[in-house]
């Protein structure tokens, strides 16, 4: 398992969707790697869950360790899936509310991408797996469920 200074350029806070709607920069975690900030509108749920699944597929997709491949294949395919119909869902949609996102998720969308360039591949690679649960049921779910996810 990796250590935490691992995840020291990721997004603080093991948070999924649910608990980032109402918890602000919880640090009670086993790692660092998610959202660290709410998410204030129910409308950018989705630009967060795109930006996990776009690094998460990124990684999952370019694994060193082949003997994963094999084990790998169904949760790819899955995450695959979530984002076409993701992307299918939010192009359809009119924005409610035109403009920048929040300062909260630009932050966060941030520290993603800061994360993605100074992460070795290892400490990407552990962050994605240790995540890959809840990112193929949790977070789905409550972009889903819109303002009614408590």
Do not use: Y
């Not at 082949?66 to 979530?82: D, F």
């Not at 520290?111 to 290892?122: D, F, M, R």
């Amino acid at each position: 398992m990796a250590s935490d200074s691992c995840f020291s350029h990721f997004p603080s806070g093991m948070l999924g969707l649910q608990e980032f709607t109402s918890v602000l920069g919880s640090n009670h975690s086993h790692s660092r790697f998610t959202k660290d900030a709410l998410v204030d509108k129910v409308q950018e749920r989705p630009k967060a869950l795109q930006a996990e699944l776009t690094l998460t597929l990124e990684v999952l997709e370019n694994l060193t360790d082949s003997a994963l491949g094999p084990l790998l294949h169904q949760p790819l395919h899955t995450l695959r899936h979530i984002q076409s119909q993701l992307q299918a869902c939010t192009q359809s949609q009119p924005t409610a509310e035109p403009g920048s996102p929040s300062h909260r998720l630009s932050r966060w969308l941030h520290k993603l991408q800061e994360a993605q360039e100074k992460e070795t591949p290892g400490c990407l690679e552990a962050s994605v797996t240790s995540n890959l649960m809840r990112l193929l049921i949790r977070d789905p779910e409550c972009v889903a469920a819109g303002d009614q996810w408590v």
